[in-house]
């Protein structure tokens, strides 16, 4: 599994709180990434870093927002939670020296939903 | 960005059939194309992938064939089991993050 942990697994927030899901690594590798899966929709990328610091939009950004002080942890965060966020959220982590050779591995993902 | 159409959405095979998935995409400057298995409740889990300089690649009754003047690329199972029913996720390379298609369910009847 790479050393990857998503926390928590499950998660029920009411609309409009701020929520943030974490993603911890073991084994120090530079390229991390959070999607989001629902169904008909496969998974479209949301946020990703590419080191301490270094993150980007991915195309369905909105209402979300990254932060990555530290290697290890990846923190996605939901500003005020909507019930169209309701998903299943996996982190990812790129395994290689460069973002054009390399295998991903995926954390077991947060259930989340929003009433 | 980038964008990649997987099809059929659905495939229901008899077991011992052979199934196909197919994936094109835009993008003439990907150059990795990896396919991933999910079953249910579990996470994507990468099970082959190919690179631009190869066009075909095989792992025991798995293949992947691509085409990139054609911009298409096909994952081939043959001879199903029960235990290949998941669905199958293509993926290329973008230019920063892998960009995945939207899936397809895949049914093994016995």
């Known amino acids: 599994d790479a050393g990857i942990t998503q926390s928590p697994r499950h998660k029920v927030t009411e609309t409009g709180t701020p929520v943030t899901l974490r993603c911890h690594q073991t084994?120090?590798?530079?390229?991390m990434y959070w999607y989001r899966q629902d169904p008909g929709h496969g998974l479209r990328l949301i946020h990703y870093?590419?080191?301490?610091?270094?993150?980007d939009k991915g195309e369905v950004s909105d209402g979300y927002s990254v932060s990555r002080s530290k290697t290890e942890d990846f923190l996605l965060t939901l500003e005020s939670a909507t019930s169209s966020q309701t998903s299943v959220y996996f982190c990812?982590?790129?395994?290689?020296?460069?973002?054009?050779?390399?295998?991903?591995?995926f954390g077991q993902g947060t259930r989340l939903t929003v009433v | 960005g980038e964008n990649v159409e997987q099809h059929p959405s659905t495939l229901s095979v008899q077991e011992g059939d052979s199934a196909v998935i197919k994936c094109t995409y835009s993008?003439?400057?990907?150059?990795?194309f990896p396919w991933y298995k999910q079953e249910l409740g579990k996470r994507p889990q990468l099970i082959i992938d190919?690179?631009?300089?190869?066009g075909e690649k095989k792992d025991q009754r798995i293949a992947v064939t691509l085409n990139k003047t054609a911009k298409h690329f096909s994952l081939h199972i043959t001879e199903t089991q029960p235990e290949d029913s998941a669905v199958y996720f293509c993926?290329?390379?973008?230019?920063?993050?892998?960009?995945f298609g939207s899936g397809t369910r895949l049914q093994v009847q016995p």
């Open positions: 993008d003439s400057a990907s150059n990795y």
């Open positions: 190919i690179r631009s300089n190869v």
């Open positions: 870093s590419y080191g301490v610091k270094d993150t």
């Open positions: 084994e120090n590798h530079r390229y």
């Open positions: 993926a290329l390379i973008g230019r920063r993050a892998l960009t």
């Open positions: 990812a982590i790129s395994v290689g020296r460069s973002i054009m050779n390399t295998e991903a591995f």
